[in-house]
């Protein structure tokens, strides 16, 4: 079974700081998706990575997709409010998609 | 209504009881998803079904049947709940399962079994 782990599980952030979150998994995929989640909300789609070095970029938030390491990264640019939510990374496992178990961020004004 | 839709928002019910959870997707998609989400878990995919055809059964337990009469509805059907059961349970769906694998999800059924 595919295993995914994220880092960190919980983040608590000053606002117009930077940070990373990482998301490892353990075996072959190429394509990599980042939700978020919002309390008492359901997952909104935030990037698909499809292939080795894909970076996609949406205002505040990065995420780039490195196939060899088996690794994606989520990077937060000068952090608001707004972006207090819980992140996770799903991997393509082929039968179907592994969850990390999130990252709860918290931007602190 | 637009993309996603789940009934009912919040249900708490009974061990001996039965009840249904139900899913619609107004995007045009074939293949739909039931997860579980609990606390300090991750999602725990549960069913897969594409072009209305059950493709993926995770071992879940037989007290969870699904039920998908069309390829825009997906129903979970459940009766004696165990308290482990309370959770909140996604649906999600996607263009098909093999080639348009971006999942959409729904805003949950919150569950509490008493």
């Known amino acids: 079974e595919l295993k995914v782990e994220q880092n960190p599980l919980f983040l608590s952030m000053q606002e117009g700081k930077n940070y990373t979150i990482y998301c490892n998994y353990s075996t072959t995929s190429d394509r990599l998706y980042w939700y978020r989640q919002d309390p008492g909300k359901s997952l909104e789609s935030l990037f698909v990575?499809?292939?080795?070095?894909a970076v996609k970029q949406e205002g505040r938030l990065m995420a780039s997709l490195d196939t060899k390491a088996r690794l994606s990264t989520l990077h937060i640019t000068a952090a608001v409010h707004d972006l207090s939510a819980t992140y996770f990374c799903a991997v393509d496992g082929g039968n179907q998609f592994y969850f990390g178990t999130g990252t709860s961020l918290t931007v602190i004004p | 209504e637009t993309g996603v839709t789940q009934t009912p928002r919040h249900l708490v019910m009974g061990m001996t009881n039965k009840k249904s959870l139900k899913c619609e997707q107004h995007l045009g998609h074939n293949a739909m998803y039931w997860y579980k989400q609990s606390a300090k878990k991750p999602l725990e995919l549960m069913f897969v079904?594409?072009?209305?055809?059950?493709?993926e059964n995770n071992s879940v337990p037989s007290r969870f049947s699904p039920e998908c009469p069309n390829s825009s509805h997906l129903f979970l059907h459940l009766h004696t709940l165990q308290p482990e059961d309370s959770a909140l349970y996604l649906c999600?769906?996607?263009?098909?399962?093999?080639?348009?694998?971006?999942?959409?999800f729904g805003p949950g059924t919150r569950l509490t079994v008493l």
């Open positions: 079904y594409n072009f209305k055809e059950q493709t």
């Open positions: 999600a769906s996607s263009q098909d399962w093999l080639a348009g694998r971006e999942q959409f």
């Open positions: 990575l499809l292939s080795n070095g």
